[in-house]
């Protein structure tokens, strides 16, 4: 038994992890899209150059077959820096073509994703909290297929949408992308609304959208645990400098219990994120419900977490020029795409042999 | 990642499995006449096969077996399984014996080891003090040295078991001059002698497994200390290294699926609990804590063979299952509900009936406390794990 990230994995992540230190100043993120829309552009030409689109591909498709692990040590990598990439749903989506794509759709898609040079983005949601794909009531046979909430919907080349006859692959030149007049929550992930004319689409065979739906479950939930983890950190650094009554603060028992709780929250949530992966990669049968109990917890963890280190910070955390709201509201984002967390327990209700056994 | 034994440790799993069916499943499906006896018996054969006792020397009754956190954690899992017996529960085994493997003398390892071990010597630990809690190294029970033996003074709590010990180890004071933790011995003595007065503790939960033991000129040979004068806060902190990262999670994964158990066999408005959706929701928020600290303990587990860092996590365990053990007892006393308004009784306690919960209602309280309370817990993980300042203390 070995429940610990692979050599290949752990280099893997350090190169993301250097990468991303020397990129990514939390405060800078607070600036807004000026900022965040050209430090998307570096970041994606330097994760392409380091494999992460083809991470999900498996060799005898041209990519690197590392798995869903290995994608979700990159969602925490991404989620603890906040960082502004659409590279793991590229990553997914290049692996759904090769699995799924007819020879057009191949041809045409997945060099390019594999290499960085077009970007997907994942068409799930029909709005009023519907995002499963037991929900999904969009049919190939409409006319149009109208989604919600696309995450990196604005910069993508495809859109891959879900419908109850299976996935559907459109070029996003085909579509229309309408984004909000409003400033997105988690400014490091803007969304849109997409619509497609659904002759302009072509199916990918098989019932992938179940895992495809898992796969984003699982990287959702690790974003989430890593922003939790990141902002229990950043209260914890704040609790050693701050002084006030002529000490640190971080000296009061008061706050270190606090922060032990949330330490103790939050910090155990990625091993379950790694074993949804794991899970995702290995245990075919047992990957839906991992996938779902995990991003249920990570996200209900982190936002919890994220809430406590503003409250552990005091005034200063409540300021927009403070960056630990980027990393709560990269939690919240998580927490509110894919199905609330009730939703996906009860999910994971079902799917688990004790408690779904008469 | 690989959550598969090697083909080395499903050989190994095999052998337990065999061994136990032979030693302990088969015998006792035919009803032994002296249970006891039978337990002593089969621990016997246990550690000969190399399966108990594993950190000690056979010279001292030990199975001596090489440092294998991984077949270790199959040992247990097997032993749970089939219901089986591990080593002679209580202090001895799991405190002292190791302590003094690491800090006792020779004589002292050949004379109290093997006899701990096969449970002959059963022992109450003297740590706790009615004004010396969690601040255990202010205690003031004291021993003196008079010719050849130490005369004890001393008024111990929780000492755990103690109507049942044939012996103590005891925290004392001998270096009344010295500073607080430097002053303190670690010393054994005997608890079938006079002036020693063990008065059972009622709990909450009407059990008595906590006593509060006084010690009235109490005497103990000279040589009966462990390690030197002043060195007793530094020999109670030693700590078993052999193999000692158990799972703890696995504890706390086995109470929630009874907690499963519970709410399926229990009608709440004339249907299973289970089948509530807010029971049902409440039960699946606690297997993600479950969930997520039994992958932190496969993590150190994996981690601790490999001979890598830990970081934080070890710190957190004992808080985190503290906290899904009262969120446990929670929506127990929920599913529960008038049927718990009757204590469990004592007899009969192989069923399960719901009132059985009470235990673990109250049990999961007693958890929080024993042990370093929670708050304690929470200080050393801000404190070691974090790196917040120390509390400046006297």
């Known amino acids: 038994m070995h429940f610990d990230l692979s050599d290949e994995q752990k280099q893997f992540e350090d190169g993301v992890e250097r990468l991303l230190a020397d990129n990514v100043e939390l405060t800078q993120l607070t600036k807004g899209a000026a900022v965040i829309d050209p430090l998307r552009e570096r970041l994606e030409g330097k994760l392409a150059e380091m494999g992460a689109p083809a991470v999900l591909v498996s060799e005898a498709h041209g990519g690197l077959g590392m798995g869903l692990l290995t994608l979700a040590v990159l969602a925490d990598a991404f989620g603890r820096h906040a960082a502004p990439t659409g590279v793991l749903q590229s990553a997914l989506a290049a692996w759904a073509i090769a699995e799924g794509g007819d020879d057009e759709l191949r041809g045409r898609w997945l060099e390019p994703l594999m290499t960085g040079e077009a970007r997907a983005a994942f068409a799930l949601s029909e709005g009023t909290g519907v995002w499963a794909p037991d929900e999904w009531r969009a049919k190939r046979t409409d006319a149009e297929i109208r989604k919600v909430a696309v995450e990196g919907a604005r910069d993508a080349q495809l859109i891959i949408a879900g419908t109850a006859d299976g996935l559907v692959a459109a070029a996003a030149a085909d579509a229309q992308v309408v984004a909000r007049a409003q400033e997105p929550l988690d400014m490091t992930r803007p969304t849109a609304d997409v619509s497609f004319a659904s002759a302009a689409a072509r199916p990918l065979a098989g019932d992938l959208g179940s895992r495809v739906y898992d796969a984003l479950l699982v990287l959702h939930a690790a974003d989430a645990a890593a922003a939790g983890r990141a902002a229990c950190n950043m209260a914890v650094e704040y609790a050693k400098v701050r002084e006030q009554f002529g000490r640190a603060i971080g000296s009061f028992q008061g706050m270190k219990h606090q922060l032990a709780n949330m330490a103790t929250d939050i910090e155990p949530a990625r091993f379950l994120c790694w074993y949804a992966a794991h899970a995702w990669d290995q245990i075919p049968d047992d990957a839906s419900r991992a996938a779902s109990l995990a991003k249920a917890h990570a996200v209900d963890v982190?936002?919890?977490?994220?809430?406590?280190?503003?409250?552990?910070?005091?005034?200063?955390?409540?300021?927009?020029?403070?960056?630990?709201?980027?990393?709560?509201?990269?939690?919240?984002?998580?927490?509110?795409?894919?199905?609330?967390?009730?939703?996906?327990?009860?999910?994971?209700?079902?799917?688990?042999?004790?408690?779904?056994?008469? | 990642?690989?959550?598969?034994?090697?083909?080395?440790?499903?050989?190994?799993?095999?052998?337990?499995?065999?061994?136990?069916?032979?030693?302990?499943?088969?015998?006792m499906k035919a009803k032994p006449a002296d249970r006891k006896a039978f337990v002593r018996e089969f621990r016997e054969r246990a550690t000969a096969a190399g399966y108990l006792c594993r950190?000690?020397?056979?010279?001292?009754?030990?199975?001596?077996?090489?440092?294998?956190?991984?077949?270790?954690?199959?040992?247990?899992?097997?032993?749970?399984?089939?219901?089986?017996?591990?080593e002679v529960p209580g202090n001895g085994v799991t405190m002292l014996a190791p302590t003094l493997l690491e800090r006792g003398a020779d004589w002292q390892k050949r004379e109290f080891i093997p006899k701990t071990l096969n449970g002959e010597y059963l022992w109450a630990q003297g740590y706790s003090e009615p004004g010396a809690g969690s601040d255990l190294a202010s205690l003031r029970s004291r021993a003196e040295l008079v010719g050849d033996e130490w005369v004890i003074n001393a008024h111990k709590i929780w000492t755990t078991l103690a109507h049942n010990a044939t012996h103590m180890f005891i925290l004392v004071r001998t270096e009344p001059d010295a500073p607080k933790h430097e002053g303190i011995s670690y010393l054994l003595l005997r608890l079938d002698q006079p002036g020693v007065t063990i008065r059972r503790i009622e709990q909450i939960s009407g059990q008595s497994e906590f006593c509060e033991t006084f010690l009235e000129d109490v005497r103990t040979p000279a040589n009966w200390i462990v390690g030197e004068r002043g060195q007793g806060w530094q020999v109670s902190r030693t700590t078993l290294k052999h193999e000692r990262n158990s799972i703890g999670g696995e504890r706390t994964l086995r109470l929630w699926e009874s907690l499963v158990r519970l709410a399926k066999s229990t009608d709440v408005d004339g249907r299973p609990a289970i089948q509530n959706p807010r029971i049902r929701d409440r039960i699946l928020v606690l297997q993600g804590y479950v969930d997520a600290q039994m992958y932190s303990g496969y993590y150190?587990?994996?981690?601790?063979?490999?001979?890598?860092?830990?970081?934080?996590?070890?710190?957190?365990?004992?808080?985190?299952?503290?906290?899904?053990?009262?969120?446990?007892?929670?929506?127990?006393?929920?599913i529960i509900a008038e049927r718990g308004l009757l204590m469990p009784s004592n007899e009969g306690s192989g069923q399960r009936n719901p009132e059985q919960w009470l235990n673990q209602i109250f049990g999961s309280l007693a958890l929080s406390i024993a042990g370093g309370a929670s708050n304690i817990q929470r200080n050393i993980i801000a404190e070691r794990g974090l790196g917040l300042p120390r509390e400046a203390v006297q």
């Open chain 1, 302 to 358: 982190a936002v919890k977490t994220g809430r406590a280190a503003v409250e552990a910070h005091g005034g200063i955390g409540y300021t927009w020029e403070y960056p630990l709201h980027i990393l709560l509201k990269r939690a919240m984002h998580d927490r509110m795409v894919l199905g609330s967390s009730t939703k996906l327990r009860a999910r994971a209700a079902d799917l688990t042999p004790l408690v779904a056994a008469e």
């Open chain 2, 1 to 27: 990642m690989d959550l598969e034994y090697s083909s080395e440790h499903i050989a190994f799993q095999g052998e337990v499995r065999a061994f136990l069916e032979d030693a302990w499943v088969k015998p």
């Open chain 2, 55 to 86: 950190g000690f020397p056979r010279e001292y009754g030990g199975s001596e077996q090489p440092n294998d956190v991984m077949r270790a954690q199959i040992i247990r899992a097997c032993f749970a399984a089939a219901r089986a017996p591990m």
């Open chain 2, 300 to 334: 150190q587990l994996t981690r601790d063979i490999a001979g890598e860092s830990l970081g934080i996590h070890p710190l957190l365990n004992k808080l985190g299952a503290t906290s899904i053990g009262l969120e446990l007892a929670n929506l127990a006393e929920e």
